[in-house]
């Protein structure tokens, strides 16, 4: 049961208005704002058809709203999902826009295209545009490299794609379609290069789109904002309908998801935002800025709290994470400085007798380490460490936070080597991608039925629910040896005249393995019965006979689906060229998002004893016992400082440009029909930059509950200590020096 | 339909009444759903045969060719013979062979261009074909439909659709755009979007006049403003139809209704029939009020309005939804409807499925249910949800049946392999199958060729788009591994494919397809020897082909040289709808569980036992049709010219056909209804639909009242 401490019971007193709650990590924001949703469902009398909307930034965390919120319902023998609609911004658009599709241009079966198709398409559109244009290059490559082959196309186009990537997101956050785009253009007096390269691929996108019947995530946002403004009639009725708006880590609200919540509620209407402006870390080339949540709360006729207090840190992690708080508001950089990247309330403990108490107080337990190390050594230190750790520790929870999927990938090579064991938390969760490679296995051999090799790996998946059995794992080890060595595989699978079965194996004398075997043989003769129909049936086909568990079943289920949408927009992809996408989801190298990932599967208590690989992002909203923040060093976390580097700034572009930002800034431009000069935005990226990752620092240490170790590396061999990391490293040390001199005194 | 024998058998006094009203009597006759109206009016066909009418001068009018099942079931079960057929027809069908038989009278007054050559009808397949012919290049060259995002066969199915609205309802295509424009257009980009389906919708038109090519529509239109005025054509079909059935007039559209007013001034005798809660097919020009307007041209009002069929608890919770969702539907009926209400919440869809395929396997098991006697039906029914319920069920030794009229022909394993044989058979075409084309298609078409096999054949013996004789497999040991008795089988096949490119001339392609299927793949060792579904889906192919063909071959005097083979396998290609065949609705009396869209099922009016609703939370059980293009409600003879379509009318649109939905399926359900709910839609996104919402609200109701006592 929930109980509310002073502060979470001020904001949970809120009936109705508009209310802003500034939190700091851990102070259970979102335990607050679901109780604050239950309470309203109890009391407030909806007449049929109304909800609570209530607004979160990733699935997973709809998805923690929905099932407390069910529970509430569950009394009365409803079903689950009465009273209220928990959504991602959007999954909020997309009941929007399909509330009303043809006040968008839509009908009703208008596909969403994902990451990857929107990234296809985008190519395409380069690609083109590129061959249009081979002199295009010149304008913006290094001397050094205007005549190098590789960098004139290949380094070339993958810049543009970046570049056109961002314009064309900011240019439909804007509210400007590709015809705007270019009216502006013709209005505008100067000479705007990377707007008009820009606007035309825009122009081709957004057509390749339109042929498709697809809209991006970008245009189902806009399109959300677009039918709202345009249909008084509709909005009222959803007004009507969604009585209270409850919008969780609003600090990364968009531009667009304030615009949409804002005409949603309307004046007079309910609408309460929660968020904590030092954790926002998803603002890269968006228009996401936490300072128009710290404007909200301030605004005048908003209720403004605070919810400072957090029992998940010890006290020392707090103390460190609120000093970085207040180096950053004496930031040596003026501009950073300036930009306010992390503000008060600083974090403060938890009062006497809250149920969640502080952990106890350890000092020695954070460590900031100096020295600087290799990438390698890094990697191996910190896998030792942990390992000894976990030994001591079964029953605690150990994180390795990264700020990039490939560093997090390398650091998964040395604890498999360490033999310590791991969970990862990066593109795809472990969950996910084994179902995805279980399925390619089956489809590959599907691919190619006469490989010995291959009809042996679909073997092991059909076997994979007895893998952890010691006797089935040797059993089905000498099997899988036995169907590798076939030589003709239809004598298995399809004996005609000679049957292995009976020749090789019956002769063996195991009648177990022959049992096996034959059930094997019906199961393959089935698959490859199957093989010809529509891939996202044989999925569903295949699906039902390897997964049992119910996670595992839904997830298959979506592959079936993203495949059958793959199918659907290149119809001459076969089975081959279908197993070839599973195999890159399950290798990582492709984003999927299955089931268990959306569904807040990830709880790092479920993992005692394990360590968890995640990014910074994904870690968000976690916390573990014990957390490793690796490579603080000035290429993950520059300081807009001479030496360091910058990921947006290419060495092959002339002038330390920045492609995206200087693209963006000439948008803007266009739209405030202001005055363009180029460097200005790369310049200024770089601190929008260092002030994000100055938060996503403030995310990594605010995720450790007792212990907390800092470490960087040199990275290629030139980086340097992170700024932020000197700063608190020194105070750090002051600090417990302070305290060492102090000790023996008392 | 098809209703059981013993219901035709036992009727009911005033079912009796209607059958047997005299033969010079016109009858209105109104009822809801499962009241015993489509008995009534079968054993009034039977009667008037009975009394000596001739069978020709009867005419049984119905909106969709399926619903005449019932009337043609019993006809063919007649015993005694007497000469002569009772003609069935719908609009379309009698529009096209009036035209058809009076087309040299009135072509050149339509406007057509070539009024002396004959006139070339246009099934779905073809208009569809020559939208792109005459359609793409304006788009493209014109930016239209620049802020539509809707990919080019819906874009262009929506502009037929317009075109047929106009001509059912009854007003000139020329005024599509600005009726759509007043109503709906709440900025300047909609207003462009109808000013585009405008321009199109008449060059398509010209198109057609110009090329003597008749789309529905304008099969309509020359029917009725050109063929019906000319006394010949009246003289004529009022001599065939004195005594008229018409079933369903509330799915059917004001050009029904006028013919049917007309044929009801001359005809001796005539039964209309109406369901009051019906007139679901509201996007194909349906409209009910139109259809009640019939019922003044009638002397005798019967009506039916007692359901033979819904239990008491069944008959609670429809009425009950459907009160609160429109209270002019129907008034609540007082008993607990908890009974005919089971449902279990899932979190994820797959365990919805699952659930439902084990109610069944207990219905069928523990409680005697026949399958003949569930229903599964869902708003929209995708492949891999009808997948994964008939694998369910058959695992589980339930058998099944369902609907896919609608399907692409290249989604038919059978069809993909006469068409992967035809490319192959067309090396000028210069589309050679892939690999792995060629492999489904050798296992397809070769009996117990198996994967491994076809695929080694397939590597060994496909080169450069030819299939080589097994004989060019030189090891024996690589040709046992085939075997020799597949071997001859596939060089038969090779042989055949050879010999047919070798041949001096290409057959067309309805014909090369008849001669694959019926000279080779048909024969014992080939992979269609006793298989119905392939036999049908080979026939339904040839039969499109040759529509194609007989359509082209008269538009090529027109246009440019056509290859028909190579331009038909391309459209199948892309995907177009198929044809309605109705072989198909005919292969669904078979025994098993059917698995089928609601409106599928409403359409087959056929009670059960038991019905399972999935996906409650769809929007889909509510909602129209979204199209931005078109609008049954301002596309209707009802719309009042200058009036606005507005937030309101959808809500109470929405609710009203929800409510009567319900009405209509509760009417057919005898025992209980079962509700597959997953939090998750198939898609992975949670849904709340109104049928969601009214059952929440229904459950809530309930639970307070059960408190209250």
Same mark, same amino acid.
């Given at each position: 049961m929930f109980k509310p401490r002073p502060k979470q019971a001020e904001a949970l007193a809120y009936r109705r208005g508009y209310m802003g709650v500034a939190a700091v990590p851990g102070s259970g924001k979102t335990a607050t704002l679901s109780y604050l949703a239950a309470q309203l469902l109890a009391e407030a009398d909806f007449a049929e058809g109304q909800e609570i909307l209530i607004v979160t930034l990733v699935n997973t965390a709809a998805a923690n709203f929905a099932r407390s919120l069910n529970e509430y319902v569950k009394g009365d023998g409803l079903l689950p999902g009465y009273g209220y609609r928990a959504r991602t911004l959007h999954g909020l658009a997309n009941d929007i826009v399909r509330g009303k599709p043809t006040a968008a241009g839509l009908d009703d079966q208008f596909t969403i295209v994902d990451e990857r198709e929107s990234n296809a398409i985008l190519a395409e559109a380069v690609d083109a545009w590129a061959r249009r244009y081979p002199e295009a290059p010149d304008a913006y490559l290094a001397p050094e490299f205007v005549d190098k082959g590789h960098y004139r196309t290949q380094k070339w186009a993958e810049q543009l794609s970046e570049t056109a990537r961002n314009f064309i997101k900011q240019a439909k956050d804007n509210l400007l379609t590709p015809l705007d785009v270019g009216k502006l253009l013709d209005a505008y007096p100067g000479e705007l290069l990377l707007a008009e390269i820009c606007a035309e691929i825009y122009s081709d996108y957004d057509r390749a789109l339109a042929y498709r019947g697809a809209v991006d995530f970008q245009d189902l946002i806009r399109l959300a904002l677009k039918t709202l403004r345009q249909e008084p009639a509709y909005l009222a009725s959803l007004r009507q309908k969604w009585v209270f708006i409850l919008e969780d880590e609003a600090q990364d609200s968009s531009r667009l998801q304030e615009d949409i919540l804002g005409e949603l509620a309307g004046e007079g209407g309910n609408w309460v935002r929660v968020g904590d402006p030092n954790q926002a870390i998803f603002e890269s080339f968006t228009t996401a800025d936490p300072k128009f949540l710290r404007e909200f709360i301030a605004a005048a006729g908003v209720d403004g709290r605070e919810l400072?207090? !957090?029992?998940? !840190?010890?006290r020392s992690i707090q103390r460190l994470a609120n000093q970085l708080i207040a180096w950053s508001l004496e930031h040596p950089h003026r501009a950073i400085r300036q930009r306010m990247p992390l503000s008060k309330p600083y974090i403060l403990p938890t009062p006497a007798?809250?149920?969640q108490p502080n952990p106890p107080d350890d000092p020695t337990a954070v460590v900031l380490f100096a020295e600087a190390y290799s990438a390698a050594k890094e990697a191996l230190m910190v896998t030792e460490s942990c390992k000894r750790w976990l030994a001591r520790n079964p029953e605690s929870t150990a994180a390795i936070l990264v700020a990039r999927n490939t560093r997090g990938s390398e650091i998964v090579k040395f604890l498999r080597q360490a033999g310590v064991p791991y969970v990862e938390n990066l593109n795809s969760s472990s969950s996910t991608r084994a179902v995805v490679g279980a399925l390619a296995r089956v489809l590959a051999y599907l691919a190619d039925p006469k490989s010995a090799g291959k009809l042996a790996e679909a073997y092991r998946v059909w076997r994979r629910d007895d893998r952890a059995d010691p006797a089935a794992a040797a059993e089905i080890k000498a099997a899988s040896e036995a169907l590798k060595r076939i030589k003709q595989v239809e004598d298995l699978v399809a004996p005609r005249l000679s049957d292995w079965l009976e020749d090789r194996i019956a002769e063996n004398g195991d009648e177990g393995q022959f049992a096996d075997l034959t059930a094997f043989r019906e199961q393959v003769g089935a698959w490859l019965r199957a093989a010809e129909m529509p891939i996202d049936q044989l999925i569903l086909t295949i699906a039902g006979d390897i997964f049992r568990d119910v996670n595992e079943i839904a997830t298959a289920h979506m592959v079936a689906l993203y495949l059958a949408r793959l199918a659907q927009t290149h119809p001459l992809m076969r089975s081959p060229e279908f197993a070839a996408e599973l195999y890159d989801i399950a290798s990582n190298r492709r984003r999927f998002t299955g089931l268990s990932d959306d569904e807040g599967q990830f709880d790092p208590d479920a993992h005692k004893g394990v360590v968890t690989v995640t990014t910074l992002h994904k870690a968000k909203g976690l916390e573990w016992d014990r957390v490793y923040l690796i490579s603080a060093n000035n290429y993950d976390f520059p300081s807009a400082e001479p030496n360091d580097s910058f990921i947006g700034e290419k060495w092959f572009i002339r002038d330390d440009l920045n492609l995206s930002a200087e693209a963006l800034a000439q948008l803007k431009a266009l739209h405030d029909a202001s005055g363009y000069i180029e460097s200005a935005a790369s310049l200024n990226a770089r601190i929008e930059y260092a002030a994000e990752r100055l938060r996503l620092l403030y995310v990594g240490i605010t995720r450790a509950r007792k212990a907390l170790t800092i470490t960087w590396n040199t990275g290629r061999g030139t980086a340097t200590e992170a700024t932020p990391l000197l700063a608190l490293r020194t105070w750090w040390e002051g600090e417990r020096e302070k305290e060492m001199t102090c000790e023996p005194q008392r | 339909m098809i209703l059981a024998d013993k219901e035709s058998i036992a009727l009911t006094e005033a079912q009796m009444a209607v059958a047997r009203a005299p033969l010079d009597g016109k009858t209105w006759l109104e009822g809801i759903a499962s009241s015993g109206k489509t008995s009534a009016g079968v054993a009034r066909v039977l009667h008037l045969l009975e009394r000596g009418a001739p069978a020709e001068s009867i005419l049984i009018f119905v909106p969709h060719r399926s619903l005449a099942q019932p009337y043609i079931t019993a006809l063919r079960a007649q015993n005694d013979y007497r000469g002569g057929h009772v003609s069935v027809a719908t609009i379309g069908s009698l529009a096209q062979q009036m035209v058809d038989m009076f087309w040299f009278l009135v072509a050149d007054a339509a406007g057509f261009k070539h009024p002396r050559d004959l006139p070339i009808f246009l099934r779905l397949e073809l208009v569809q074909y020559f939208m792109t012919r005459a359609i793409e290049p304006l788009v493209d060259e014109g930016d239209y439909f620049a802020s539509v995002r809707i990919d080019r066969p819906r874009l262009y199915s929506q502009i037929v659709d317009n075109m047929n609205k106009a001509a059912l309802v009854g007003f000139p295509i020329s005024e599509i755009g600005s009726r759509l424009k007043s109503a709906l257009a709440s900025g300047v980009e909609q207003a462009h979007i109808f000013e585009d389906a405008q321009t199109c919708a008449l060059a398509f038109r010209r198109y057609c006049l110009s090329h003597n090519l008749l789309d529905f529509s304008l099969q309509l239109e020359v029917f009725r403003d050109h063929v019906w005025e000319t006394p010949q054509a009246r003289q004529y079909l009022r001599g065939r139809c004195k005594h008229l059935i018409a079933d369903g007039v509330e799915e059917d559209n004001p050009a029904s209704h006028a013919l049917l007013g007309d044929l009801l001034e001359s005809c001796h005798s005539a039964l209309i029939i109406y369901d009051s809660d019906a007139g679901f097919r509201r996007f194909l020009g349906a409209d009910p009020a139109s259809a009640r307007r019939l019922a003044d041209r009638c002397d005798v009002r019967a009506a039916l309005d007692e359901s033979l069929v819904s239990g008491r608890a069944v008959k609670a919770l429809g009425s009950q939804l459907a009160a609160q969702l429109s209270p002019s539907l129907a008034a609540a009926a007082g008993a607990d409807p908890r009974p005919a209400l089971i449902t279990e919440a899932h979190r994820y869809h797959p365990e919805m499925v699952d659930w439902v395929a084990r109610q069944v396997d207990m219905l069928v098991g523990q409680r005697d249910a026949s399958p003949n006697d569930i229903v599964i039906l869902a708003p929209f029914m995708s492949d891999a949800l009808r997948f994964g319920l008939a694998d369910g069920l058959r695992q589980r030794g339930i058998p099944v049946r369902s609907h896919r009229?609608? &399907?692409?022909? &290249? #989604?038919?394993p059978a069809a993909r392999t006469l068409l992967t044989l035809a490319r192959l058979a067309h090396p000028h075409w210069e589309l050679p199958p892939t690999d792995f084309d060629i492999v489904f298609a050798l296992m397809a078409a070769?009996? #117990?060729? #198996?994967m491994v096999r076809a695929k080694l054949l397939c590597e060994m013996l496909y080169r450069h788009g030819r299939l080589l004789p097994f004989d060019e497999v030189r090891a024996v040991a690589m040709q046992e591994r085939i075997t020799f008795a597949l071997g001859e089988r596939y060089d038969r096949l090779a042989a055949w494919v050879n010999r047919y490119i070798n041949g001096e001339r290409a057959d067309a392609i309805d014909i090369f397809f008849r001669r694959l299927f019926g000279g080779l793949l048909s024969r014992a060792g080939f992979g269609f020897h006793d298989d119905v579904d392939a036999g049908n889906t080979a026939q339904n192919l040839v039969d499109s082909a040759r529509g194609f063909r007989w359509s082209l071959d008269f538009f090529s005097r027109y246009d440019e040289e056509i290859d028909l083979g190579l331009d038909y396998v391309k459209m199948v290609d892309r995907g177009v709808i198929a044809n309605f065949y109705l072989r198909d609705w005919i292969a669904d009396a078979d025994e098993g569980v059917l698995i089928a869209p609601a409106y599928t099922f409403l359409l087959s009016n056929r009670p059960v036992d038991y019905q399972f609703w999935l996906n409650i939370g769809s929007e889909g059980w509510s909602r129209r049709l979204y199209q931005p293009l078109t609008h049954p409600y301002v596309l209707s003879r009802a719309w009042l010219p200058g009036a606005v379509w507005t937030e309101d009318d959808e809500q109470r649109v929405s609710r009203e056909t929800l409510g009567r939905l319900l009405l209509a399926l509760t009417r057919r359900c005898r025992k209980a209804i079962y509700l597959g709910y997953s939090e998750l839609s198939e898609s992975g996104y949670e849904q709340r639909g109104l049928l969601l919402e009214t059952i929440q609200g229904l459950l809530r109701r309930l639970a307070r009242e059960e408190r209250h006592v």
């Open positions: 400072p207090n !957090s029992g998940r !840190s010890t007798g809250d149920p | 009229p609608s &399907r692409a022909l &290249r #989604d038919e070769i009996r #117990d060729l #198996d």
